[in-house]
């Protein structure tokens, strides 16, 4: 298994939801963070939301505080991206990024968020 799998992206109309999910392996070091950030066409990959594996520490950017939620669940070695009240600037390829024990960041394969205007 990759260390970090992304899925849950979809079309989704303005105001809808979607909820992402972010697996992770045992080559990740579960002592930092795992954290979200998006891409959207033509634009420089940004920081969204992170959290600690064990559920702890969620905190986001501006752009997105109040409409998305960072979650965790570690019987399932899964981070969650709960995404509310879609906008079409919301559209990007979503990745998370951990830390792989002792050999620097990883980043997922990364799950596309469409929301049409």
């Known amino acids: 298994q990759a260390p970090l799998v992304e899925s849950g992206g979809g079309l989704v109309q303005a105001g809808g939801s979607l909820r992402l999910s972010c697996a992770y392996s045992e080559l990740i070091d579960t002592s930092y963070f795992i954290l979200w950030y998006r891409q959207a066409p033509g634009k420089r990959r940004e920081f969204v939301g992170g959290?600690?594996?064990?559920?702890?520490?969620?905190y986001y950017s501006d752009s997105v505080r109040g409409r998305f939620t960072v979650s965790s669940d570690k019987t399932k070695n899964t981070i969650y991206l709960q995404l509310n009240n879609l906008q079409p600037a919301d559209t990007a390829v979503y990745y998370c990024?951990?830390?792989?024990?002792?050999?620097?960041?990883?980043w997922g394969q990364g799950t596309q968020v469409t929301v049409p205007s």
């Open positions: 959290i600690g594996t064990n559920g702890g520490g969620a």
């Open positions: 990024n951990g830390r792989l024990a002792g050999r620097g960041d990883y």
